[in-house]
């Protein structure tokens, strides 16, 4: 990452990365003036941790396994916030649930990405392909993308920002994973953007994004 800038995010990941890849992406586009400090996964292999390293954005492995628990892992994850001073946590595909020791020190600064309607289709197992594959079964015409801030419920905290995506008749889970994921790229980066410049209000467990 050539720029830096003021505003400093973090990534936390377990998979893939793809929404990763589109965060830096806009950032080298100069569409997202953010700097990525670090990018963190409880899994040694994932692949979004390659995706940083071929940008130089430091990425480690957290897990249970390399800090002997999972809040051994989220203190090492605090560390380095304070370390890189950053403002806002971005989780996405983090598949380990958050404990209320780091929800409490980062409190509204922590947003997740999950690929349906909340609070309708969340919630414990119901994440990534559970979701698509869920809306298939159950018929549905619409799905969609939710950005939330992170609570210590899974999939709770108040929506940020959601966009719908109309189910075809001939989708199936993946066909509609594809055009969510699209949704996904393109509202995150933008989500980010609204912090970065200061727009998120929050009132009462409502969000608002000011001009
Ligand atoms: C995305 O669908 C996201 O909504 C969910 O996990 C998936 C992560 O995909 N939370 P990727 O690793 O960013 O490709």
Do not use: W
């Not at 941790?49 to 492995?61: D, T, V, W």
């Amino acid at each position: 990452m050539s720029e830096e800038y003021p505003y400093r995010i973090a990534v936390l990941l377990s998979g893939g990365g793809t929404n990763l890849q589109a965060i830096i992406d806009s950032i080298e586009l100069g569409k997202l003036p953010v700097s990525l400090a670090f990018v963190a996964s409880n899994k040694a292999k994932a692949y979004g941790l390659e995706r940083a390293r071929k940008h130089a954005i430091p990425a480690y492995h957290i897990s249970a396994k390399t800090h002997g628990s999972q809040h051994g892992a989220e203190q090492e994850i605090y560390r380095l916030i304070q370390e890189h001073q950053v403002h806002l946590l971005c989780l996405a595909g983090y598949l380990k649930k958050l404990s209320p020791f780091l929800i409490t020190k980062m409190r509204h600064r922590i947003i997740n990405i999950h690929p349906g309607i909340l609070p309708f289709l969340g919630g414990k197992g119901l994440y990534g392909h559970h979701v698509h594959q869920r809306v298939i079964e159950l018929g549905m015409k619409i799905s969609g993308v939710t950005i939330h801030l992170v609570d210590e419920e899974y999939d709770h905290g108040p929506i940020i920002a959601q966009e719908g995506v109309a189910v075809a008749d001939n989708d199936d889970a993946d066909s509609l994973a594809e055009r969510v994921l699209k949704v996904e790229h393109k509202l995150y980066p933008q989500v980010i953007n609204y912090f970065a410049q200061g727009k998120i209000r929050l009132e009462a467990r409502r969000i608002y994004i000011d001009d």
